[in-house]
Nanobody
Framework: QVQLVESGGGLVQPGGSLRLSCAAS????????MAWYRQAPGKKREFVAR???????NYADSVKGRFTISRDNAKNTVYLQMNSLKPEDTAVYYC????????WGQGTQVTVSS
């Protein structure tokens, strides 16, 4: 079992920045990949970014060049640095560990609005 707890969401103006954190606990030795997804009101949950042990990363086209995913293995934490935020980035952001049955955090709200 893996438990994931996100933090760092909030209200920010367009063009601003936020950093999300996701702390993992439990059977963390089994974690190879950690990812961020988001879900806007009335829309399906969508992939945002992924980081694999060793540092390889992938991003959705919509966030490339603006978001950066990173990982602190000593703290069992993954981060999502979000810059140049746009209103369309408004969503609940979820931390994910893929598995036979995926692990998900509870989500953290990000609202980009003036």
């Amino acid at each position: 079992q893996v438990q994931l707890v996100e933090s760092g969401g909030g209200l920010v103006q367009p063009g601003g920045s936020l950093r999300l954190s996701c702390a993992a606990s439990g059977s963390i030795f089994s974690i190879n990949t950690m990812a961020w997804y988001r879900q806007a009101p009335g829309k399906k949950r969508e992939f945002v970014a992924r980081i694999i042990t060793g540092g390889s990363t992938n991003y959705a086209d919509s966030v490339k060049g603006r978001f950066t995913i990173s990982r602190d293995n000593a703290k069992n934490t993954v981060y999502l640095q979000m810059n140049s935020l746009k209103p369309e980035d408004t969503a609940v952001y979820y931390c994910n560990v893929p598995a036979i049955i995926d692990y998900w955090g509870q989500g953290t709200q990000v609202t980009v609005s003036s």
